[in-house]
């Protein structure tokens, strides 16, 4: 006699969301753990802003020297009156 074949129909899944099939110790372990991922996650989260804070920060200062430069090359750079007929170089 052949052994029958099993098909998709007799696979058992687990299913634990009902209370009868959980214990009630165990649902509150779920919990406290829970309770102690969503702490981990959320120091995670603060450190993240602290980190974006800072590279804004950081941008926001890149800008500015930009800024600075561009004002420095505008005011040293030589008007139409200004080039003479000889060559000069300023450091």
Avoid: N, W
Avoid at 63 to 70: F, H, I, Q, S, T
């Amino acid at each position: 006699m052949p052994i029958p074949r099993k098909g998709l129909h007799d696979i058992r899944a687990r299913h634990t969301s009902t209370s009868a099939a959980m214990p009630v110790h165990s649902m509150y372990m779920r919990i406290s753990c829970i309770e102690m991922e969503k702490s981990r996650r959320d120091i995670e989260r603060r450190a993240a802003q602290r980190r974006i804070a800072s590279v804004d920060s950081r941008l926001a200062d890149l800008e500015r020297e930009k800024a600075r430069l561009y004002a420095a090359i505008e005011s040293e750079a030589p008007q139409a009156g200004d080039i003479g007929g000889s060559f000069r170089i300023r450091y």
